[in-house]
């Protein structure tokens, strides 16, 4: 067991333009905080702002630095955001293999209430770990994604965010060890009625249409449909 400082990395991949209602962030920002540790060394990258700045080679060399890697992203297409995979892509092009004994982990999180459909993009992300020489450890997968800022304090959020903590000290606990805890990938979503979640999620687009100008019958539209 070593007793110098460990290197923890969370990426944070949403595309989303206003970072303050990403879930991926809001997750990276709460793991920054359960892992504030003097033992430590966390960093988080936001993939967004990081190719928006042209950063990424310094985020690359702070990954290839890391004993452990968080992916923290939403499902896009049921995977990785383009975005995120392109940022992977071309960090693998950069560094092809891993420089010591690093653990990778996601926490992926999807709009659908069903959680196992990110199973998917968690196998992409054990993927990229296998390739690299990296040791893949499994994650979360949360269901109904689009709750977990807006209802994050109500008591059926509970399980999901349970999850979440106990994965990141599960972290904090494999990179303080020789010997890691076997791969464990959790699921989790919110104990909400699900065909009133589909209310509200329809509701919001909706709004969003609204604040756009975009009129209600074009959200139906297929263009691409002969």
């Known amino acids: 067991m070593s007793e110098s400082i460990k290197n923890i990395v969370l990426v944070s991949a949403s595309p989303k333009v206003d970072q303050e209602w990403a879930v991926s962030s809001f997750l ?6 359960l892992l504030k540790d003097e033992s430590l060394n966390v960093e988080t990258i936001f993939v967004r702002g990081t190719l928006l700045h042209h950063k990424t080679e310094q985020s690359f060399e702070t990954l290839q630095q890391a004993d452990a890697i968080v992916l923290i992203f939403p499902l896009y297409i049921f995977c990785m955001p383009a975005m995120l ?19 990778v982990y996601a926490i992926v999180n999807c709009g659908f209430p069903e959680s196992d459909i990110n199973m998917e993009a968690m196998r992409v992300v054990e993927c990229f770990a296998r390739q690299t020489k990296r040791e893949f450890l499994g994650g979360v ?12 304090d109500a008591p059926f959020m509970r399980p999901i965010f349970d999850l979440v903590d106990g994965m990141f000290a599960r972290v904090v606990r494999d990179v303080s060890s020789d010997q890691p805890e076997p ?12 065909w ?4 509200g999620g329809n509701s919001g687009w909706k709004s969003m249409a609204r604040k756009n100008k975009v009129r209600q019958k074009d959200l139906y539209r297929t263009p691409y449909q002969r």
């Open 85 to 103: 995979t392109r940022f992977m892509q071309d960090f693998v092009v950069k560094y092809p293999l891993a420089s010591r004994t690093s653990r």
């Open 28 to 33: 990276a920002k709460r793991g920054e905080v």
């Open 183 to 194: 791969l464990l990938i959790t699921q989790a979503s919110p104990k909400f009625p699900k």
């Open 141 to 152: 997968m949360i269901g109904g994604g689009g709750m977990v800022i807006t209802a994050k």
């Open 196 to 199: 009133l979640y589909f209310v």
